[in-house]
């Protein structure tokens, strides 16, 4: 198994700014992707972060408002930016484990943000 | 695009009576997941079915992967106050991802 701690938990943001959500986890992981999900709702797969590339962005979402990074195998961010009031959500990242498979993810705590 | 449904949307059931949940996908499968998310919580990883026809349990809680393995089910049987949650499936079929399904949110009467 694998430990996810995501910063900050929740935030209010104006909305043209920008803010950056850091995912840890305590141990080797093989994948890392970041989900939205809408109080009530299901969870949509923004992007999978890859380790020192570009992250795989899915349909809708784009690297310009979505900025991912992950620069080693336990750690990632995603930017949210130029924030609207629709960017009001919960993000959350996720992990799978050598052993786990893809279908196995282990998701961080999540983080609520706010935009007004 | 590769869709999962999931019915009922929600279920609100008498403490001790049995709770199912059911997911559809519009194409078939490699495998497929269950995940439980408490209020206010994070999904958490139950189990993963990859057999046509595969059958789990867990205590009171019995996955079936379809014959197709284009559906699957969740059961529960004589819930708990402790079992409250969305319950999502979600479906593999590629190696690269997975995608929710719309999941079913349970409450329960004590």
């Known amino acids: 198994s694998a430990v996810i701690s995501q910063k900050p938990s929740r935030d209010i943001c104006q909305r043209g700014t920008s803010l950056t959500i850091q995912c840890q986890v305590d141990?080797?992981?093989?994948?890392m992707f970041w989900y939205r999900q809408q109080p009530g709702q299901s969870l949509t797969l923004i992007a999978t972060?890859?380790?020192?590339?570009?992250?795989?962005?899915e349909s809708g979402f784009v690297i310009d408002k979505f900025p991912i990074s992950r620069p080693n195998l336990t750690f990632s961010t995603l930017t949210v930016s130029n924030m609207s009031p629709e960017d009001s959500s919960i993000y959350l990242c996720?992990?799978?484990?050598?052993?786990?498979?893809?279908?196995?993810?282990?998701f961080g705590p999540g983080t609520r943000l706010t935009v007004t | 695009g590769q869709q999962v449904m999931q019915i009922p949307q929600y279920q609100h059931v008498q403490e001790g009576e049995d709770f199912t949940t059911y997911c559809n996908s519009s194409t078939t499968l490699s495998n497929i997941q269950w995940y439980k998310q408490r209020p206010g919580g994070h999904p958490v990883f139950l189990i993963q079915?990859?057999?046509?026809?595969e059958v789990k349990k867990q205590k009171r809680l019995t996955f079936q992967f379809g014959e197709a393995k284009k559906n699957s089910s969740l059961h529960i049987t004589a819930t708990q106050t402790t079992d409250v949650g969305t319950y999502f499936c979600?479906?593999?079929?590629?190696?690269?991802?997975?995608?929710f399904g719309s999941g079913t949110r349970l409450s329960i009467r004590p």
């Open positions: 141990s080797q992981v093989t994948m």
């Open positions: 079915l990859v057999k046509s026809g």
């Open positions: 996720s992990a799978t484990t050598p052993t786990g498979g893809i279908g196995e993810q282990y």
């Open positions: 972060a890859n380790q020192g590339s570009e992250a795989t962005y």
């Open positions: 979600a479906g593999g079929s590629s190696a690269s991802k997975i995608i």
